[in-house]
């Protein structure tokens, strides 16, 4: 079993604890309040800063540290502190070493321990076995890595990493994405505001979602259909290998955060890109046309828990079978696009084998497709590493020759 490690933590004074605190306590009110608003953490937080500009940024950075990470192990906190139970008592206990003391502590049930809700540790168990799931939990309590993709459009990896490095960042080329550069220790700049972002140069994006992006291998001339296309994260990565010829058609049922997309696409020097959240009208236009189709279906997020803590205790099995649902859905809306030969990329951020393999077989059943070369892709959420993404490339089945 991993050894629990205590994260390498911000020094943490009287006036970071009290934001940490009134942080905690007013988004666990904001969810019992409305539950169904469910405002991601990470956009709370941008709120919470937006009313308090005064908090300078080394505060911020670590105060949203603690909030991270505390929101992580919020169930084993909770079994561990003292009564009554609240933010305070928990944060108490994750800086004692009560922490790391009862951690092998065979009283505390081990999804506790792991601090997993009982159901989503036990789907995890069936899938990987009682020690991997166990680790993997902690490795989704952990610090996730920054890692990010150089923009090829404009700029090459090599030439990126020696302007980080020139800046004294402590960077490394990712191993698997001939894109990634991954970042060993967080720069202490605000990140947004470096030149080399504001000229399009890289964006923030883990690994794994660079590789399974790049499985939509397309080449200049084709036309592309992101159906889930989100702010654009995949598009992004992929479309630098068309070279600016072609059509990629970005489709999400959010207009707000296609607006977020067109404004990546222009930074990024991308000028064969078209957004859409009407899909009736960019059916016309695509019927039949699609030399590729990214479908990155909404999931549990599973695999991305160490940036979204929050996800973890919204799940349920029965939001997993409505994703299921939804994953099924936007699948058969867009198989027609396709044509002959066309190949549809199927992806998640989701370590559950519900949404991603057994997914898959039900879907190459249901809408008569195989996966290509009978291979899928998949990476588990590593430390200081990837986080845990799924994908499988469909193709129409052929006919079988009867003589
Ligand atoms: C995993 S996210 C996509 C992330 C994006 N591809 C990226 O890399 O940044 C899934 C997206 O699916 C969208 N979505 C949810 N239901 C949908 C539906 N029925 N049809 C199309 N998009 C949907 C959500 O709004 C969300 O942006």
Redesign the pocket.
Same mark, same amino acid.
């Given at each position: 079993m991993k050894k629990l490690r205590l994260p390498n933590l911000l020094r943490l004074d009287n006036d970071r604890q009290k934001h940490v605190i009134s942080i905690l306590e007013a988004f666990e009110k904001d969810n019992q309040v409305n539950p169904g608003k469910n405002t991601p953490l990470d956009l709370f937080l941008r709120y919470y800063f937006l009313d308090n500009k005064m908090v300078s940024p080394s505060d911020r950075a670590a105060i949203v540290d603690y909030v991270y990470r505390l929101t992580s192990y919020k169930l084993y906190l909770s079994a561990i502190s003292r009564r009554p139970i609240n933010w305070k008592s928990r944060l108490e206990a994750f800086v004692s070493p009560k922490f790391e003391e009862n951690f092998m502590n065979g009283q505390i049930p081990p999804h506790v321990r792991a601090s997993f809700p009982e159901d989503l540790y036990n789907l995890m168990v069936e899938a990987y076995g009682e020690k991997e799931a166990f680790d993997m939990c902690h490795i989704l309590n952990e610090r996730p890595p920054l890692t990010v993709r150089a923009n090829t459009m404009k700029i090459t990896r090599h030439d990126l990493f020696r302007k980080f490095q020139k800046k004294k960042f402590k960077v490394e080329k990712c191993l698997h994405s001939p894109m990634g550069i991954q970042f060993n220790e967080r720069p202490k700049t605000n990140f947004f505001k470096l030149p080399e972002y504001s000229q399009g140069f890289f964006e923030i994006q883990d690994e794994g979602?660079q590789l399974c #992006?790049m499985r939509v291998d397309c080449k200049p001339g084709q036309t592309v259909l992101?159906?889930?296309?989100? #702010?654009?994260?995949?598009?992004l990565a992929f479309a630098p290998f068309m070279h600016n010829r072609g059509q990629i058609f970005v489709?999400? +049922?959010?207009k707000s +955060?296609l607006l977020q997309a067109k404004r990546r696409f222009k930074r990024a020097n991308l000028g064969n890109v078209q957004t859409h959240s009407e899909?009736h009208k960019l059916w016309q236009t695509i019927n039949r046309k699609c030399h590729w189709v990214?479908a990155? +279906?909404?999931?549990t997020?599973t695999g991305t828990l160490r940036r979204n803590p929050d996800m973890k205790w919204k799940f349920s099995i029965k939001m997993l079978q409505g994703l299921c649902k +939804?994953q099924e859905?936007?699948v058969k809306?867009v198989v027609p696009c396709l044509r002959k030969g066309g190949k549809l990329v199927y992806t998640?951020?989701s370590i559950l084998p519900q949404e991603n393999l057994m997914q898959v077989m039900n879907l190459c059943d249901k809408f008569n497709l195989e996966i290509e070369n009978g291979k899928h892709f998949q990476v588990l959420p590593k430390s200081n590493g990837m986080d845990g993404f799924f994908s499988a490339t469909l193709i129409k089945k052929q006919g079988l020759l009867i003589d």
């Open positions: 979602s #992006a992101d159906y889930c296309g989100g #702010a654009g994260g995949k598009t489709h999400d +049922v959010r +955060v899909k990214l990155d +279906v909404p999931c997020g +939804v859905e936007i809306e998640t951020c």
